[in-house]
């Protein structure tokens, strides 16, 4: 027809390769990559490290330094109380080989002492200073060589007890600890499924994951120190019976001492 004209028809234009590579890729795309900003997660210990909110991050990190402090204190325990066992059974010895007490007490002075020695040297120490003094210095000289035997234990047995209350307080809060970084840690992972919305295992997995690492830390520093606790209690309780049942002794001994010097000193006035 003559009245019509035809228009020329215009070419589509047609997708470059990058457009086309990039399309392809977003349709390839898992939802889990999706919902982490198309990076993907590692799993492994120090991935899922990283990959934790910054407050399980804190949690982790205290749990550390905790486990690492309470590893520290448990070494110096069983190289400290072993030491005054050793001392302790080597004095047993030296005290009941029968050897002079003036003789003993002589050589102990001169250098430091632990455990039993410790009792040895100051109950002696109040027995030469009562000999120094007048003879009625003698009327209350067992009350105070067991006062000094019992003060002298209980310093031995604080500076045997002492940070073992840290394993203690390590072992009852590090499990609630890492549930709070664990508590944490899944309110975030349930945000992140809100804002992706996508709720497939692999979108839920890393985020829950992250969270109960915080546990197992918590659990990694609580369990070696409520053990060692338990252990490292029950030795210094035998060494604390020990020094118990020698302060007993040896106050008996001295007891027999003063009761012959008090009959002799009557005797000389007699």
């Known amino acids: 027809m003559s009245g019509v004209t035809r228009r020329p028809a215009v070419p589509r234009r047609s997708q470059s390769a990058p457009q086309r ?5 977003e349709s390839r795309m898992s939802p889990a990559d999706a919902a982490t900003g198309g990076m993907p997660v590692e ?38 109380i072993s030491s005054v066992e050793k001392s302790m059974d080597r004095f047993e010895d030296q005290f009941w080989s029968g050897n002079s007490l003036e003789e003993l007490y002589d050589n102990l002075s001169a250098r430091p002492t632990s455990g039993m020695a410790t009792l040895f040297v100051a109950a002696m120490h109040e027995w030469k200073r009562s000999f120094t003094n007048a ?10 060589i067991e006062k000094v ?47 992706s919305k996508n ?16 546990t197992a830390i918590g659990l990694f520093a609580a369990i070696p120190a409520l053990i060692f606790y338990n252990i490292l209690s029950g030795r210094v309780a035998r060494s604390q019976a020990r020094m118990e049942s020698f302060a007993d002794e040896f106050s008996s001994i001295l007891s027999r001492q003063i009761d012959q010097h008090v009959a002799a000193e009557r005797g000389r006035a007699a």
């Open 21 to 25: 590579a990039a399309g392809t890729e």
């Open 43 to 80: 799993m492994t210990f120090w991935g899922m490290f990283w990959g934790a909110h910054i407050v399980v991050k804190l949690v982790m990190i205290g749990l550390l330094a905790a486990s690492l402090w309470s590893w520290a204190i448990i070494i110096n325990k069983f190289l400290l």
């Open 135 to 144: 003879a009625s210095a003698f009327m209350g000289l067992q009350a105070r």
């Open 149 to 195: 035997l019992d003060v002298s234990i209980a310093r031995e047995v604080e500076r045997l007890e002492s940070q073992l209350l840290v394993l203690a307080s390590v072992a009852s809060a590090g499990p609630f600890i890492g549930l709070f970084g664990t508590v944490w840690g899944i309110m975030s992972s349930f945000r992140s499924i809100a804002m």
């Open 199 to 214: 709720t497939s295992l692999a979108v839920v997995a890393p985020g829950i994951a992250e969270a109960l690492f915080a």
